[in-house]
């Protein structure tokens, strides 16, 4: 069984950077064929896609992220990050990183994901 947990500070300042680590076990991020995304939910508890990374380091960004967003994998740990700057109160403070079914053929919607870490809360303040 697949397993993602998010980890990291659930406490930023206003304009730094929000850094989440994703943990997998289950499955190795280095096999072919999957997305490892990164996702949050925005209030009215809709969900938004953030962005994601493959198993060799590619990446793809949400465009109204793309300016403050970086997704990066750590093949030794079996993990992969999120860094999102110029983090204001007004961002969600709900992440999550999911993997998605490999399907290959077209970017999966969230609902087609397979496996789900259970989320990071993280506030903005000073």
């Known amino acids: 069984q697949v397993h993602l947990q998010e980890s990291g500070p659930g406490l930023v300042k206003p304009s730094q950077t929000l850094s989440l680590t994703c943990t997998v076990s289950?499955?190795?991020?280095?096999?072919?064929?999957?997305?490892w995304n990164w996702v949050r939910q925005l209030p009215g508890q809709r969900l938004e896609w953030m962005g994601a990374?493959?198993?060799?380091?590619?990446?793809n960004y949400n465009p109204s992220l793309q300016r403050r967003i970086s997704i990066s994998s750590d093949t030794s740990k079996n993990q992969f990050t999120l860094q999102l700057s110029s983090v204001t109160p007004g961002d969600p403070s709900l992440y999550l990183c999911a993997r998605d079914r490999g399907v290959g053929i077209y970017y999966e919607t969230l609902s087609e994901y397979a496996f789900w870490g259970r989320g990071a809360q993280v506030t903005v303040s000073s």
């Open positions: 289950g499955a190795s991020i280095t096999a072919a064929g999957y997305y």
């Open positions: 990374v493959t198993s060799s380091g590619f990446t």
